[in-house]
Structures are given as C-alpha cells and as structure tokens.
C-alpha cells in the first residue's frame, strides 16, 4: 500500500512562487511514476506535470510549460512541484498521484494512488 501526503500550499500574490511536496509511504517509491493535478470546484481534475521513475523524464501540461517543475528525490521518497510566475488560474487544490509503471500519464484514471490535496491561492 502507498501513501502520499501533499503540503506546502498556501496563499501567494500573483507573480510568485510556490513549492509543494508529497511525501510518499513504502520502500518501493522508485517504482512508481509520479504526477501532479489540480482541480478547481465543478471542474475535472487537470494534470499539471508528472515523472519517470528514475526522474530523467518529465511532461507538463502546456499551461504550466516554462513556470512549473517537478522533481523527485527518491532518497527522501519526495516528489517535489516548484511553481513559480503563479497566476490567479493557477489557484486550485493540487493533488500527488502515483502509478507503478515506468511510464507516466496524463489522465487521472492512470494512476491509483492519491493524497488529500493542498490548497493553493493565488491572489491577483
């Protein structure tokens, strides 16, 4: 079984930046591919950026393309979202995901493991 827990949302003024981590339960957290989603009320939930295993991929969505990255220290069991030149449409609850395979996805549906969720504000 796998755990993950996010923190490090919060409130920010548009322009800034933001870092988020997931920590995650579980000896094997270098098997798993690693995402990143945010979901809005009344919206779908969205993906934002995920990573390979090893951490030698990444993908993004292109909303975040240039201003997001994410990485992972599979020492620390960590994935990491740094987010920066925030904007109000960022605001949202960010969501960890994981998913035991060696390629990442980009739907929702793709990955088994979720945490809680943090909320990000972004003031404008």
């Known amino acids: 079984q796998v755990q993950l827990v996010e923190s490090g949302g919060g409130l920010v003024q548009a322009g800034g930046s933001l870092r988020l981590f997931c920590a995650v339960s579980?000896?094997?957290?270098?098997?798993?591919?690693m995402g990143w989603f945010r979901q809005v009320p009344g919206k779908e939930r969205e993906f934002v950026a995920a990573i390979s295993q090893s951490g030698g991929s990444t993908y993004y969505a292109d909303s975040v393309k240039g201003r997001f990255t994410i990485s992972r220290d599979n020492i620390k069991n960590t994935v990491y979202l740094q987010m920066s030149s925030l904007k109000s449409e960022d605001t949202a609850v960010y969501y960890c995901?994981?998913?035991?395979?060696?390629?990442?996805?980009?739907?929702?549906?793709?990955?088994?493991?979720w945490g809680q969720g943090t909320q990000v504000t972004v003031s404008s």
């Open positions: 579980g000896r094997t957290f270098s098997s798993y591919a």
């Open positions: 995901a994981a998913r035991y395979s060696g390629n990442f996805a980009n739907t929702p549906s793709a990955y088994p493991y």
